[in-house]
């Protein structure tokens, strides 16, 4: 259960050791969760008792997060973990492609598991396109729209399977922007006819799936000004053309992509409709104007997370052995 007084937003930490001051701060702060990056991972044993020492400052078996997607974007690392190839490549040199990416996220969602880390931002379903800006591009899963979803939901149910919940991102598609949302912020003119067939149609197709990521990204063609994070157009475009009822965080508050300051950046995406804030970078200071600006879940969001988290579930039975042997014959063979 979600204590009542649970704050909308998920937070990062400094290092790969809570600190006694950081332990005080999420006590008296209650995120709704927290996410880990390279800078918090050193090796198995001190991850785990990294997310010990998160849950236990909160008081509950609160959510933790990483973004271990493969090739560039994966927190986890050797020699400790697996190394992976990018989704993109993967999925264009696997035979069975899809069946591929379901074993991949087992075995992901095992590593994960096993450190205590039960929520992977992944599967990243923008459509890959000619113009998707390199630092998106071999994150995505192809330019084919049945199979991008099929993909999708094979990460998803291989997550799933290993007691690992699942973020669909970048909702409602990042695929087409031309910049890096992380220094700029992307502007797709697309028409909206020609986006509800292709880019929204992946998210539409996976609307069930409990937890997403909003997309800092312009659509000019909806929204001219406001990128879909802080859009209320766009946020009614996620909520009811594309069908999303599940829980919704922003993407990284810290990225360049969207404008004013920290607080603003979060009144403006709660204002829009996000349910959860996103802020990943640790500095206390923005975390405390966070907390000042967004407050505890509203009634929707804090239904929304407890039926997501009520997904959570013991990892089912695994040979890895097995498993491994299956993808690398798919990879390999």
């Not at 702060?29 to 020492?53: C, H, K, M, W, Y």
């Not at 909702?171 to 700029?184: C, F, L, N, Q, Y």
């Not at 946020?235 to 404008?259: C, E, K």
């Not at 804030?277 to 407050?295: F, K, S, W, Y």
């Amino acid at each position: 259960m979600i204590p009542k007084t649970t704050g909308a937003y998920i937070f990062g930490c400094e290092g790969p050791v809570l600190t006694q001051d950081e332990a005080a701060f999420f006590k008296e702060t209650q995120p709704l969760g927290f996410i880990l990056f390279a800078r918090n991972i050193e090796n198995p044993d001190q991850v785990r008792r990294l997310t010990a020492s998160l849950r236990a400052a909160v008081g509950w078996h609160a959510p933790i997060l990483i973004d271990q997607e493969g090739g560039r974007v994966q927190r986890l690392r050797a020699p400790h973990w697996r190394e992976w190839l990018p989704p993109l490549d993967q999925m264009q040199t696997a035979r069975d492609a899809v069946r591929s990416m379901e074993l991949r996220a087992r075995i992901i969602a095992h590593e994960l598991f096993e450190v205590g880390i039960d929520v992977n931002c992944t599967p990243t379903a923008d459509l890959t396109t000619a113009d998707t800006h390199p630092f998106l591009r071999n994150r995505t899963l192809g330019p084919a729209t049945e199979q991008v979803i099929a993909a999708a939901r094979a990460v998803v149910a291989g997550q799933l399977a290993g007691g690992v919940l699942s973020v669909v991102k970048h909702i409602p598609g990042h695929g087409r922007g031309t910049s890096d949302s992380h220094h700029d912020l992307p502007t797709v003119t697309t028409d909206r006819a020609t986006l509800e067939g292709t880019d929204f149609a992946v998210f539409k197709a996976l609307r069930d799936v409990p937890l997403g990521m909003t997309a800092h990204v312009v659509y000019s063609a909806i929204d001219p000004e406001a990128p879909a994070t802080t859009s209320p157009i766009l946020h009614r475009v996620i909520r009811h053309d594309i069908g999303f009822d599940g829980l919704l965080m922003t993407d990284d508050l810290s990225m360049n992509a969207l404008p004013g300051d920290i607080p603003t950046r979060a009144c403006d995406s709660m204002r829009a409709g996000c349910d959860v804030v996103l802020h990943c970078n640790g500095d206390r200071a923005e975390m405390a104007a966070v907390v000042d600006a967004t407050g505890t879940l509203l009634l929707k969001a804090y239904d929304r997370a407890q039926a997501a988290l009520a997904l959570r579930q013991p990892p089912a039975a695994l040979d890895i052995s097995a498993v491994e042997a299956d993808l690398e014959a798919l990879l390999n063979g």
